[in-house]
């Protein structure tokens, strides 16, 4: 509850399409995991402090997107995310090789 997924999400628990063949046992030193399945599985984590967008899930947000209304702010987030690092690529000075 609080952190990113909460906020995009609204809520603090969601329903998802999950199947597991396979999961997260130990996650690294800058792996926060936001959500779980009822079985244990980390489903929803992000990497601590690293740039850009690094929102991601195990379960299977393509899947029906348009209507899905989990999927749907999380690729609109994504999507966000994609438009925002190329408008700052075009900000950018522009290296020039002779």
């Not at 999400?9 to 030193?29: C, D, Y």
């Not at 947000?61 to 690729?75: G, K, M, Q, T, Y």
């Not at 994504?78 to 075009?90: D, M, P, S």
Request: aromatic residues 10%; glycine residues 12%; hydrophobic residues 40%.
């Amino acid at each position: 509850e609080g952190g990113c997924f909460h906020r995009l999400f609204g809520a603090p628990e969601v329903m998802t399409n999950t199947l597991h063949g396979q999961g997260i046992k130990r996650p690294g030193a800058r792996i926060e995991i936001e959500g779980f399945a009822p079985d244990g599985t980390p489903e929803a984590l992000y990497v601590k402090g690293a740039p850009g967008f690094t929102m991601s899930v195990q379960w299977h947000p393509e899947w029906d997107a348009a209507n899905d209304p989990v999927s749907r702010p999380l690729f609109e987030a994504f999507g966000n995310a994609v438009r925002e690092f190329a408008a700052a690529r075009r900000r950018a000075p522009q290296r020039i090789s002779a």
